[in-house]
């Protein structure tokens, strides 16, 4: 199956900087998520982005779905202590499933 | 509060033996799905089910099999375990009626010595 490239793979940035990831594919997507894994927890949805060029915010995180459909980003605005967590792309693959990026591994120092 | 439970957090085998890893979600999701997760290779699909006694498979279906006898209920199996098989698997349901978004359990590291 295919795969979304995410990068990076890991950050490390100090609390209070802006944070940005982003996720490629070399096909057409329909939708595109992005979902948040807490240490020791499942992900969960974040945002989800249903049309080419739609941006969404939700609090302090901003996504946006590529013009070309085969891209995304996701950009956390002065980032806290509870953001370290791994971030995950996801984009919609047939009806219902859905294929991960690799992952964004954030690390904050205080 | 909705649910997706997963029967163990930690689980430590012997290479050979049958493993059942086990998910039971309370919202009437039709879809469920199986992934596991390892570091730098994101969450790759296992197998996954679109309704009771329905299952296909994913992108890495070897050495797995599963069991959907029940909606709730959506098994994974280990026929005979191996060191490689060693990592954290989560899994996941959702509904056509409630958008596409995944609705996760909180994962079961398995380890396998």
């Known amino acids: ?110 | 509060d909705v649910k997706v439970t997963q029967s163990s957090r930690y689980l430590v085998k012997r290479t050979g033996e049958k493993v059942f890893l086990e998910c039971v979600q309370d919202m009437d999701h039709e879809n469920m799905f199986w992934y596991r997760q390892d570091p730098g290779l994101g969450l790759r699909l296992i197998y996954f089910s679109y309704d009771v006694k329905m299952k296909e498979k994913g992108d890495i279906p070897e050495g797995y099999s599963v069991s959907r006898e029940k909606k709730e209920r959506f098994s994974l199996i280990l026929e005979s375990a191996s060191t490689n098989q060693t990592s954290m698997y989560l899994c996941a349901s959702s509904s056509p009626r409630q958008g596409l978004g995944y609705t996760f359990g909180s994962g079961t590291r398995l380890t396998v010595v």
């Open chain 1, 1 to 110: 199956g295919q795969q979304l490239n995410q990068s990076p793979q890991s950050m490390f940035i100090q609390e209070g900087e802006d944070v940005s990831m982003n996720c490629t594919s070399s096909s057409i997507f329909n939708t595109w998520l992005w979902y948040k894994q807490d240490p020791g927890e499942g992900p969960v949805l974040l945002i989800a982005l249903y049309k080419a060029g739609e941006l969404t915010s939700n609090g302090r995180l901003t996504a946006q779905f590529g013009i070309t459909r085969k891209d995304s980003f996701l950009n956390i605005s002065a980032s806290i202590p509870s953001d370290v967590g791994i971030y995950f792309c996801a984009g919609r693959e047939g009806a219902q499933k859905l294929v991960f990026g690799q992952g964004t591994r954030l690390t904050i120092n205080p």
